[in-house]
């Protein structure tokens, strides 16, 4: 049988109870007066929905009853003018109604402040913010292709809510996908694959993002992925994907949970293990998730600090990275301020102690006020921490505020100070009843209250009772009895006093019997279907109701009618095979219980019945001998084996003198000895029992041996863990374990405490304390090594001779800042810093080392839009060097440096100042190519968000890339820094082009941006040209575009002019219709102008002014023409005071475009005479025909019958062009015939030839723009000829 006890004692709830009131504030009754004291508020962080209202909680109590007022955004916010905040009765609450307004206009941080005439108490900081789940940003993804085997990462990057959202991958029917150890989902939602496999390949891959605080979910596009295996990668060695490197490093708040993460490729799969470099992962505090990727580590210690390594390995190899883990703390208190109860003329202290890392910084308010804005109070003194009150009085009540705060958060406490003379009243309910279990600890509240505060005084049956051997008096009232007997119950009376009065209550003390299994389940080995009983008979106390629960491995019973519960037995008939297990019977009171487990086995049933086999009968006879003072020897009698051999004795004892009822295990022997010798201990009351051990189970215990007491003696080992550790720069806390009492050997248990300055000549300071486990030492030095020890001590004596352990009083910051600070600047983004460590003396403490703090002052080139904050780079130890990095170049920095220890900071070092050089530039932002015409497209930019220094210009290349994607020859333009745009003309048609941009300074280019664009596509070379029977295409084909032309007299960057001149260098680029000039002057920018002349001419000078630039751009030049050009500066009269020479510019002629003939005037005049020849022909046609004459050439064509000019038609005897159904068709154009061929006139001249079979037509100015190329041929396939107009500026891009 197989027994587990478990019993509670004491009455659990209301012991913790009254602990808790131990050390809770002191309560004033709410019939007094006193200040306001917050008692719920909403919480710091209060993430709000915008569908509901929002009610931000403030609620207090004072007397008289407080008044409240909010601020928002540290402003005064005046509830009633906004008609949709409504402020509940008699609380601070706000309830604001946001159905027709954005929840958005309310966001900001919050403080409630409750006064009344006594003082203020504040809230908070109540930052309001509105719940956010954002829809992810439009993309498209376009799919991903991988060979098997290589490593793949699919991002996630969800829109950022608050609260952040959950992150899974689902696909198309909303079903998980799966995840292995090669396939696994990353803490920032990534899905990484170690390795893919063609099972791989599919098309939802879709990353769903659930935002947790307004229930919705947010899907991704989903992500095509297609594995191939036309080059699959081999097996490889394990490296890993996430992080990168072979180093990173991880911050957590203390407290917090940890969640370490690698992520390896390799192919076979890694396996990832984790351990602790020069450490253990901590015990019962770490979880392995995402298989073995992620370490978690719940409630973060500073220990658990250090360096963690992750280990990927497979077939190949192995690979490691190392994650250093730095813990942070928010501050935490140490103690916080409690509440004050001052009598006039009375001193009390407000202590506010809290620790962090970084070392938290503590302010102190009063009334909502900075203390140092406060009204000045003679009685009161401020020390750090501590403000010490004295001789205060009447109306001088107030509350006051410690604030502790660093970079992870912040602490904030009310506590008030109240002055006023109340004579002592009890608050413990009279006549209260406390019950207890005997041997359990009884705790008798006396909750008072009084100004002063009363002095509590005990009594029992009106017998005083002192503070020593079994009670304790507690600092708040509270009487303990550590162990209860039955003689202790009684009625006892506390009395409250002080100098106004007494006051006296009467409580009562139950001390019950416990409740204890006298006859245990079983062990059972039960037939299927046959029956099986479980006996669990119970004592308890007759004033207790008892009740009893079974329990089938460790849950509740199967719902089944063959379980009968009996009074104290259960029974299951028709024994199943799922009815073996482990069952536990429960006998609760409302005070203890006690609880007993016995297995069931179910066994085939067989024709022959088995041999019996059962626990053995207990042992008997139990006799003790041998008596000595540390030792007796026990003898017994063995009970019956029921056919299975005894393979043990098991001997337990019970210490009536400290816990009575209580049977603990001493020591086994083999089955076949019937005697052991036992080793004692002094001051113990021993009785003994033997249980017997075989095949089945242990017997019951037999009946125990008589009372064996031993005597008293000085204790034999002292407290154990002593430890000595500093808390304040003038204190020392010395802790301790205390001994048990079976350790204690004797009555009158003390521990003397020791302790001296190490390497001093002085003697042992010692102090003897009782039922303690600690103790602080006072006014010792600022860290200083102590000597310290613990030794228990009895009414018999002192204990052994106790082990010295070493420990340091408190830390103190440190008071001197390093000196001798240089900085040494790098580069554009790296500095060095250089320092002289701080002398040992001024450390007060143990180093741990520098921080320097440096930021950026301002950028040397533009305006910042707001100051940097610092950055704090920690060197440990005596490190006296170090590098910045990540520094922004061009720009002034500042920074100083402190030491620290593990009190805090030191002073810091003052402020040193360095500047960094340019750097080379970022990226053009906005970089964009527009189409402007057939043959040229428009570049345009942004100057880059980062110059890093004075921008020289930008370089612009481009290049054509062909139909096979091969790129054509680099072009490359420079162009000035005020530019933001330019139009390159004479490129390709129907071409794409690649541009490149950078920006440059005097350090070099920057980063570059690309873009692509088409120019536009002419439509006439889409058209299919007409060809005749038997012969090909004439038209030519399009010409090459003329490339820019650039000229440079001098490079573009030179030197500075030389003493005397004003002008340096200057330099010109030509384009068609305009120049642009580049120039180098030193003087002043005002009256600078550019001058331009024809070459050849004597044409006055064209003046432009320059407004204070560089560059100027010469607009409206003749294109082949030749021009002069100068700059000049002239004074206030206009007179030139300084000039540069004249260059010599030359505009290129337009020999890239074609000529627009149509507004050619030769071309104007031949058509003219056409139209008026035409027109005679018709009025002499005309004329003819109503003559009813015929033309000479209608003879002429009778006589030869040539078919080929035979007149279109032959029945009216009609001259076919010229007849009377043709006058009144339109002149604008010929069509050709349906079927797209045409008869070929004799004439050179017919507009079929020059208008090329009608495509040639008439602008609306009359001016023929048709395509000239002599004898023109029709296109004989049927269909070809377009139903549309064609282009103008097509038609003539092919005449030549």
């Not at 730095?326 to 001052?342: E, R």
């Not at 806390?733 to 050997?745: A, D, F, H, R």
């Not at 004797?746 to 001093?760: A, E, F, I, N």
């Amino acid at each position: 049988m197989d027994r587990k006890r478990n019993c509670t004692l004491c009455g659990g709830a209301v012991m913790m109870l009254l602990l808790g009131h131990m050390t809770t504030a002191l309560e004033v009754p709410l019939d007094l007066p006193q200040p306001p004291t917050i008692t719920h508020q909403s919480p710091k962080d209060y993430i709000i929905d915008p569908r509901e209202n929002i009610i931000i909680h403030c609620e207090a109590k004072g007397k008289p009853h407080p008044s409240f007022s909010w601020t928002r955004n540290s402003t005064h916010f005046d509830v009633e003018k906004d008609s949709k905040v409504i402020m509940k009765p008699n609380s601070g609450t706000l309830v604001i109604d946001i159905s027709d307004e954005k929840a958005e206009a309310y966001e900001g941080i919050y403080q409630c402040i409750a006064r009344n005439e006594h003082g203020s108490a504040v809230s908070n900081n109540i930052v309001i913010r509105q719940s956010r789940s954002p829809l992810w940003s439009k993309e498209k993804n376009e799919p991903i292709t991988v060979q098997r085997g290589m490593s793949l990462v699919l991002q996630c990057r969800p829109p950022a809510g608050l609260p952040p959202p959950i992150i899974f991958w689902m696909d198309n029917n909303f079903q998980r996908l799966p995840q292995s150890s090669r396939v696994s989902q990353a803490l920032n939602g990534d899905l990484y694959f170690s390795n893919v496999l063609m099972d791989d390949t599919r098309n939802d891959y879709i990353c769903y993002a659930r935002f947790p605080h307004t229930q919705t979910i947010q899907q991704k596009q989903p992500i095509t992925v297609n594995v191939l295996d036309n080059s699959p990668s081999g097996e490889r060695a394990p490296s890993f994907m996430h992080p990168p490197g072979t180093h990173s490093t991880a911050t957590v708040l203390k407290g917090d949970t940890l969640e370490l993460e690698c992520i390896a490729d390799g192919l076979p799969t890694p396996d990832i293990s984790w351990s602790k470099v020069n450490g253990e992962l901590p015990s019962g505090r770490f979880l392995f998730h995402s298989f073995q990727k992620t370490l978690k580590i719940t409630e973060v210690t500073d220990t658990d600090g250090g360096d963690y390594r992750c280990l990927a390995n497979n077939l190949l190899g192995s690979n490691h990275h190392i994650i250093t883990v730095v813990v942070k703390a928010a501050p935490f208190w140490i103690s916080a301020p409690q509440n004050l109860i001052l009598a006039p003329k009375e001193t009390g202290m407000l202590t506010c102690r809290v620790d962090g890392n970084p070392r938290p910084k503590v302010t102190w308010s009063v009334n909502g006020v900075a203390i140092e804005n406060s009204p000045k109070d003679p009685s009161r003194k401020i020390e750090d921490d501590v403000i010490i009150l004295s001789d205060v009085q009447t109306g001088s009540s107030a509350v006051y505020q410690c604030n502790a705060s660093n970079e992870y958060g912040y602490l904030l406490a009310n506590a008030f100070v109240s002055v006023l003379a109340e004579p002592p009243r009890v608050l413990t309910p009279p006549n209260h009843v406390y019950s207890v279990i005997t041997n359990s600890r009884a705790l008798l509240d006396c909750a008072s209250f009084g100004s002063p505060l009363p002095k509590i005084t005990w009594f029992k049956d009106s017998q005083s009772i002192l503070d020593g051997g079994s009670y304790i008096i507690h600092q708040n009232g509270t009487l303990e009895i550590n162990v209860a007997q039955p003689l202790n119950s009684g009625k006892y009376t506390c009395m409250a006093s002080n100098n106004l009065g007494n006051k006296e209550n009467h409580v009562y003390l139950e001390v019950k019997e416990p409740t204890r299994i006298l006859k245990q389940p079983e062990y059972k080995v039960v037939q299927r279907n046959g029956v099986a009983v479980f006996e669990c008979k119970v004592k308890h106390d007759p004033t207790l109701l008892p009740t009893m629960i079974w329990l089938k491995d460790n849950g509740e019973l199967p719902d089944d009618v063959r379980f009968e519960l009996g009074s104290d037995s259960l029974t299951i008939h028709d024994v199943r095979e799922d009815d073996k297990g482990t069952y536990t019977c429960i006998r609760n009171t409302t005070l203890d219980h006690d609880s007993a487990s016995a297995t069931l086995t179910v066994v085939e049933a067989t024709p022959t019945p088995p041999i019996g086999l059962e626990q053995p009968d207990p042992p008997t006879d139990l006799e003790l001998t041998d008596q000595r003072e540390h030792s007796v020897q026990l003898t017994w009698t063995p009970g019956d084996e029921h056919n299975s051999p005894i393979k043990s004795f098991l001997i337990q004892y019970e210490d009536s003198l400290h816990e009575r009822g209580i049977w603990a295990n001493m020591t086994e022997v083999s089955g076949t000895s019937t005697t052991a010798r036992l080793e004692l201990s002094p001051y113990v009351y021993y009785s003994f029992r033997v249980l017997a051990l075989n095949e089945v189970g242990l017997s019951e215990p037999s009946v125990p041996s008589r009372q064996y007491r031993t005597n008293p003696a000085q204790p034999d080992m002292n407290p154990s863990n002593v430890k000595a550790v500093g808390t304040s720069p003038d204190s020392m806390t010395i802790t301790w374990k205390e001994l048990t009492g079976l350790e204690s050997n004797g009555p009158g248990l003390q521990y003397k405490v020791s302790w001296r300055q190490k390497d001093v000549d002085q003697d042992w300071n010692s102090l003897t304390l009782a039922n303690v486990s600690q103790y602080v030492v006072t006014g010792t030095d600022t860290f200083v090594p102590y000597e310290v020890t613990v030794q228990a001590i009895n009414d018999y004596g002192l204990g052994p001779r106790p082990e010295v352990v070493l420990g340091y009083s408190g830390e103190d910051s440190p008071t001197v800042a390093p000196e001798n600070v240089q900085v040494s600047v790098q580069n554009g983004t790296v500095a060095e810093v250089h320092w002289d460590t701080v002398p040992l003396s001024t450390v007060r403490g143990r180093l741990k080392g520098y921080k320097v703090s440096y930021w950026k002052l301002r950028s040397l080139h533009k305006q910042d839009s707001e100051p940097e904050k610092p950055r704090v780079l920690i060197f440990s130890g005596n490190e006296t060097e170090g590098h910045l990095s990540g520094l922004h170049p061009y720009s002034q920095y500042s920074l100083n440096i402190r030491a620290f220890n593990g009190k805090g900071d030191g002073p810091s070092s003052s402020d040193q100042h360095f500047l960094t050089p340019e750097g080379v530039p970022g990226p053009p932002a906005e970089f964009k190519v527009r189409n402007m015409d057939l043959d040229s497209l428009i570049v345009e930019w942004a100057p880059p968000l980062e110059d890093n220094g004075h921008l020289t210009g930008y370089l612009l290349k481009y290049q054509p890339i062909n139909t096979t994607d091969e790129l054509g020859p680099l072009k490359e333009l420079f162009l000035l820094a005020n530019e933001t745009s330019i139009t390159l003309d004479n490129l390709k048609y129907s071409t794409r082009y690649k541009f490149y941009l950078n920006a440059m300074t005097v350090k070099g280019s920057g980063p570059t941006v690309t873009e692509e664009a088409v120019t536009v596509m002419d439509e006439a070379l889409i058209r299919h040209p007409a060809v005749k029977a038997g012969k090909g295409s004439v038209s030519p084909p399009p010409p090459p575009p003329t490339p820019l032309v650039t000229q440079s007299l001098q490079p573009l960057l030179h030197n500075a002019p030389p003493a005397g001149r004003m002008f340096g260098s200057v330099n010109s680029s030509v384009e068609e219709d305009h120049a642009m000039i580049c120039w180098e002057y030193s003087g002043p920018d005002r009256n600078v102008f550019v001058e331009y002349v024809v070459d050849n001419s004597k044409e006055p000078w064209k003046t432009e002014f320059v407004n204070g630039t560089r560059t100027y751009q010469i607009r409206g030049l003749k294109p082949g023409m030749s021009y002069r050009v100068r700059v000049v500066a002239k004074d206030h009269s206009d007179e030139t005071v300084h000039s540069t020479e004249e260059l010599l510019i030359t505009v290129p002629a337009m020999t890239s475009k074609q000529v627009d003939i149509a507004t050619q005037g030769w071309f104007i005049g031949l058509m003219c005479a056409i139209a008026l020849l035409i027109l005679v022909l018709l009025i002499v046609c005309f004329i003819k025909r109503n003559k009813g004459g015929k033309y000479p050439v209608k003879e002429k064509e009778d006589a030869h019958q040539d078919p080929e000019i035979q007149p279109m038609k032959e029945d009216d005897g009609t001259f076919g062009e010229y007849s009377d159904t043709e006058d009144h068709k339109p002149l604008k154009s010929s069509r050709t015939p349906s079927n797209g061929t045409a008869k070929k006139d004799d004439s050179d001249d017919s507009l079929v030839d020059y208008g090329e079979g009608g495509d040639g037509q008439f602008n609306e100015d009359g001016s023929f723009i048709g395509q000239y190329s002599g004898k023109k041929e029709k296109d004989t396939a049927e269909g070809n000829e377009s139903s549309e107009a064609p282009s103008p500026v097509n038609a003539m891009n092919s005449f030549v």
